[in-house]
């Protein structure tokens, strides 16, 4: 009597149960699917793996489960072929029929279960995986040879054969990959009729081939094989006992245990190549199949990008496959559209559109095209690559005519959009108003959504054709040089031609802009998506789709590397020293905590307002000249890095502090009362600098460059390639002892001419707005990258990076008067009635100062005073009632936006007052 080893059902592999007697072969486990209702599915699904547990059962229990579903993968369902024993016996639990009854194939639920124990199995032990991928019959038959044997010996031997173990079926020895098997089933009609059968087979089909390409991939592709050594039958025993976990250590191998004559080789590989194309094709028509489950559709995908990873001849096979798709596709989409455009729309139901298919079709064929890691890109390069690159490019041209006709629709719809009134009042960013891109989208007309597929797949085509070539801008960040190089190469044949894809997708997303920022604006996830490529011309995205995108990358940021809070505690009068000495040692990581300041020797509680007004202290000392950090240039108005600073100790590490604190007022959404310069900007951005930037520090000077660049400079005798002490005291500004400076090795020597004033001019913009600051500018953009990646910030231009940073310059009155709440009062109360008159003659620095006193900012948000921020979010202006003596001052609570208003007697004490307030409890917190 043996001793065997069974699992329980924890698939983590626990310590198991040893029981005595032999194995359980002559149980026929075809029956527990027809059971009914009573036996729970997860019982009978740990039932199958507990008998999984012993190699010989386990081979079986695979091989009578998929003789089940074989008739109606093969199309035998109405066949003689079915033997009786895959009849129902069970239709009704409570009910007992001795006869089989007729049925055209598996009944759904029967079929269903079987896929669902396989996926359990399969899951749950890597051995059946491994079977379900490689099937040999001769292995079944040696095992079924081997368990006859004993139960004859046991005088059971009638019982093996009515139960049908002593004959393997012949369709069985026809099976060697029931992965093929499964993949047969996706073209029948009760699975393309019933997601959840469908769902089940491509989940059963993701478990297989994820179990078969971590084989493939854990071999050299050299073609060494898995061995599998000849097991004796005393061995077998040995294996059974030594089973305790459901996972095999070595499944590759232990999922082949009973082999015979010596050595069998198995090439995982080759048996990957032998799918019939036939069956891959059903698995990528899925793709274009509609109607199914999102989870089909994306299970699908990921079953094709796997295979197609691990075996070339796949890959081809599904990217010409998917490009057949696409193709056929597109004239039905073609119709569709036209049918949309000439019915306003309105033509066909939401169901009948193809541009959903269309579009996952295109997205699987762009990952397909780039997928493979880069080794094997490198050794294909040239054999494989032109042949994608072919291909996406031939599809392309037959496409066209469904971009033009794309292209027609949308500009129907943005004619009919420009008659709206709120939509002709939005402005583009770069181009008008820059607060303007913060008004509210208008409704789309209806049926414009439909467009929204076709529009992501062909900027999913766009991006995948110009992978490897920039995409033109044209921005004012033009070197003089390059202004000379336009002018020669303009008329260029090449130049016309090159870059056809670029071209097109500039001039498609050029001329639907306003269309595309209003779909980006209502799903800001579009730009993190399939319009991402609008990222690589960021100057094509409104600003307020910048900033919310922005936004959403910061909390992502923090959501996958959560901070603890970070406290300071600072002296009022030295809040530059003691926020430098705090701050400086900490980490990137620590600086992305929720900030909490605490000012000392006050009472005040940090709920948000503390917060804003250490901002505003601190900017306010940094950029005062008594710190010797940053100096103003042109109207006194804007900063850059004083290039005196070196008389300031360790003035490298407080830039470095400087661009940490900037980074975190834009990771925590705050303002800062500062105004830099266009080029300081630019550095921030990574954004070269050029002569045009020399207007805003010296506008004098700068109409001296643009006059060399227009004129001839050959009479000038004395020009060289240095700046004189003159020019160069001009630009180090409070400087008294300066040298020459050369432009470039020995340009003291080196004449300016017609030919070289681009290089001069060029040479000394870089000088004046870059090499002079050269050392603070590298400290501060350290400081700044700690926090906020360059090439997130870099989406914005300067003056949207303005915007970013300090808020809206100027204040709308009337949105403030429009954005506020009461309580205690009423709009049409006296009082507030006087309040708004008293206003309404400040100047615009008592504004400044009467938005500090109530918000702790003198700065408003980017879309106005209805996104003001409070303790717990959005919190709009409150003007609340305050009782008690009638001569007391107005009072404040930042962290409500809060101003409490007494009810005064005239207007003229309520202006008296309220001055007073504003200036001279402007700062400050305390109870009482």
């Known amino acids: 009597m043996r001793k065997r080893r069974l699992c329980s059902a924890n698939t983590g592999g626990g310590s198991g149960k040893s029981v005595s007697g032999d194995e359980i072969l002559p149980l026929k486990p075809v029956h527990p699917p027809y059971a009914p209702a009573p036996l729970g599915k997860g019982l009978l699904q740990r039932l199958m793996l507990n008998l999984c547990a012993h190699s010989a059962t386990r081979v079986v229990l695979v091989q009578l489960l998929l003789d089940m579903i074989r008739p109606e993968a093969e199309g035998l369902v109405n066949s003689s072929v079915i033997p009786d024993s895959q009849r129902l016996y069970g239709c009704q639990w409570n009910t007992v029929y001795t006869r089989s009854q007729p049925t055209a194939g598996l009944p759904p639920l029967v079929s269903r279960r079987v896929l669902e124990i396989l996926t359990y199995l399969a899951t749950n032990h890597l051995s059946v995986a491994s079977i379900l991928f490689f099937f040999e019959p001769l292995l079944a038959a040696e095992s079924q040879s081997i368990s006859q044997l004993e139960t004859k010996e046991n005088g059971r031997g009638k019982i093996c054969e009515k139960m049908g173990l002593s004959n393997v079926p012949e369709t069985s020895q026809k099976v060697h990959i029931p992965l093929v098997l499964f993949m047969k089933l996706l073209d029948r009609p009760l699975f393309l009729r019933s997601n959840a059968h469908l769902e089940q087979v491509m989940g059963?089909?993701?478990?297989?081939?994820?179990?078969?390409?971590?084989?493939?991939?854990?071999?050299p592709r050299s073609g060494q094989a898995t061995t599998c050594e000849d097991q004796t039958e005393n061995e077998a025993p040995v294996d059974a006992q030594n089973d305790t976990s459901i996972s095999d250590d070595n499944p590759s191998t232990k999922s082949d245990a009973l082999c015979s004559g010596g050595k069998r080789t198995i090439d995982p590989y080759d048996i990957l190549l032998q799918f019939p194309e036939s069956d891959l094709r059903n698995l990528s028509s899925l793709l274009a199949h509609e109607g199914l489950s999102d989870k089909v559709y994306s299970l699908a995908a990921e079953i094709v990008k796997k295979l197609s990873f691990v075996a070339d001849p796949h890959l081809k096979f599904f990217i010409a496959e998917l490009a057949g798709l696409a193709h056929d596709l597109s004239g039905s989409a073609v119709s569709e559209l036209i049918t949309l455009r000439s019915t306003q729309m309105l033509g066909l139901s939401a169901g009948s559109m193809a541009g959903a298919a269309f579009l996952r079709v295109l997205q699987t064929l762009s990952a397909l095209s780039s997928s493979g890691d880069g080794n094997k890109i490198q050794e294909h390069d040239c054999e494989r690559g032109a042949g994608e690159q072919s291909i996406m490019w031939n599809l392309n041209v037959s496409l066209e005519p469904l971009w033009q006709e794309l292209s027609d629709c949308i500009s129907t719809i943005e004619t009919r959009m420009a008659h709206n009134s709120s939509f002709s009042s939005l402005q583009s960013p770069g181009t008008g108003d820059l607060g303007g891109a913060s008004s509210l989208s208008p409704p789309l007309p209806p049926g414009t959504q439909r467009l929204l597929p076709f529009i992501e797949a062909f900027f999913v085509l766009c991006e995948k054709l110009q992978a490897n070539n920039s995409v033109m801008q044209i921005d004012n960040n033009v070197t003089a040089r390059e202004i000379k190089e336009i002018a020669e190469t303009s008329s260029s044949p090449s130049l016309k031609c090159s870059g056809g894809a670029t071209l097109t997708f500039a001039r498609v997303a050029e001329k639907h802009r306003r269309l595309l920022n209003v779909f980006i604006r209502q799903n800001p996830s579009l730009l993190e998506k399939s319009l991402s490529m609008m990222l690589k011309v960021p100057r094509l995205i409104d600003f307020d789709n910048k900033r919310a995108y922005f936004r959403s990358r910061i909390r992502q940021q923090h959501d996958q590397h959560p901070s603890a809070p970070l406290r300071i505690s600072v002296r009022r009068a030295y809040v530059l020293e003691d926020s430098y000495n705090q701050l400086r040692m900490r980490s990137s990581q620590e600086l992305k905590g929720r900030l909490t300041v605490h000012f000392q020797g006050e009472e005040g509680i940090d709920a948000g307002g503390l917060t804003r007004e250490w901002y505003?202290?601190?900017?306010?000392?940094?950029?005062?000249?008594?710190?010797?950090?940053?100096?103003?240039?042109?109207?006194?108005?804007t900063f850059q890095p004083n290039p005196n600073s070196v008389y300031q100790t360790e003035h490298l590490s407080y830039f470095r502090f400087v661009g940490r604190v900037v980074a975190k007022a834009l990771f925590d959404g705050q303002l800062l009362d500062v105004y830099f310069t266009r080029s300081f900007y630019k550095h921030i951005l990574g954004v070269k600098v050029t002569y045009?930037?020399?207007?805003?520090?010296?506008?004098?000077?700068?109409?001296?460059?643009?006059?060399?660049?227009?004129n001839d400079v050959n009479e000038i005798p004395d020009l060289t390639f240095s700046m004189d002490a003159d020019e160069e005291k001009h630009i180090l500004y409070e400087k008294t002892e300066v040298t020459d400076y050369e432009l470039k090795p020995g340009g003291r020597n080196i004449r300016v001419t017609e030919e070289t004033k681009h290089e001069y001019v060029d040479l000394v913009a870089e000088h004046i707005l870059s090499t002079a600051i050269r050392p603070q500018i590298n400290s501060f953009l350290e400081g700044f990258h700690e926090l906020i990646p360059r090439e997130l910030i870099s989406i914005f231009n300067d003056k949207e990076l303005e915007l970013l940073i300090?808020?809206?310059?100027?204040?709308?009155?009337?949105?403030?008067?429009?954005?506020?709440?009461?309580?205690?009062?009423?709009?049409?109360?006296?009082?507030?009635?006087?309040?708004?008159?008293?206003?309404?003659?400040?100047?615009k620095e008592d504004m400044a100062r009467l938005l500090q006193f109530v918000t702790g900012t003198s700065k408003i948000p980017l879309e106005g005073f209805k996104a003001l921020q409070g303790i717990s979010g959005p919190q709009r202006f409150q003007i609340h009632k305050a009782y008690g003596a009638p001569e007391r001052l107005p009072s404040a609570h930042t962290c409500f936006n809060q101003l409490d208003l007494p009810e005064y007697s005239s207007k003229e004490q309520l202006q008296e007052r309220l001055l007073l307030a504003i200036h001279e409890a402007s700062e400050g917190f305390g109870f009482g």
């Open 692 to 710: 045009h930037d020399i207007e805003a520090v010296d506008p004098d000077y700068y109409k001296n460059l643009k006059w060399m660049l227009e």
């Open 204 to 219: 059963l089909l993701q478990v297989v081939v994820n179990n078969a390409v971590s084989r493939v991939e854990c071999q």
């Open 806 to 843: 300090s808020g809206l310059p100027e204040i709308d009155l009337d949105d403030l008067q429009a954005n506020t709440e009461y309580t205690g009062y009423s709009a049409a109360s006296g009082v507030v009635q006087w309040f708004w008159e008293v206003v309404k003659t400040f100047n």
């Open 616 to 637: 505003q202290l601190l900017s306010r000392v940094i950029f005062d000249k008594g710190a010797l950090l940053f100096t103003t240039v042109g109207n006194s108005a």
